[in-house]
């Protein structure tokens, strides 16, 4: 078993490469956490199965600190697009 994130999960299985009608190239990776099941549909080939799912979980840590964000902005729209002005933004917010 490989350990993730504090996590015990079993070996994967990755579904052979389908074909979409468009001519894409596809596969099915499927992994078990705990009892829950996800599957997750890729057409990174050149990718292991494990390296996917690990791809996956960084793209969720990132989804989880934009929510963060929004959040602790309360849904504010930023006034600026540069480095030093979202980052005056950010800590007016948390007054």
Do not use: C
């Not at 996956?56 to 930023?78: C, D, T």
């Amino acid at each position: 078993m490989s350990l993730v994130a504090g996590l015990d999960i079993p070996p994967v299985e990755a579904a052979p490469v389908a074909a979409h009608p468009e001519g894409i190239a596809y596969r099915l990776v499927s992994f078990f956490v705990g009892r829950e099941r996800y599957l997750i549909l890729t057409n990174r080939l050149d990718l292991t199965p494990f390296q996917v799912i690990l791809l996956y979980a960084y793209r969720w840590q990132v989804e989880l600190i934009f929510r963060f964000l929004k959040r602790s902005l309360n849904g504010l729209h930023l006034l600026s697009q540069s480095q030093e002005g979202v980052t005056i933004h950010f800590y007016l917010g948390r007054l």
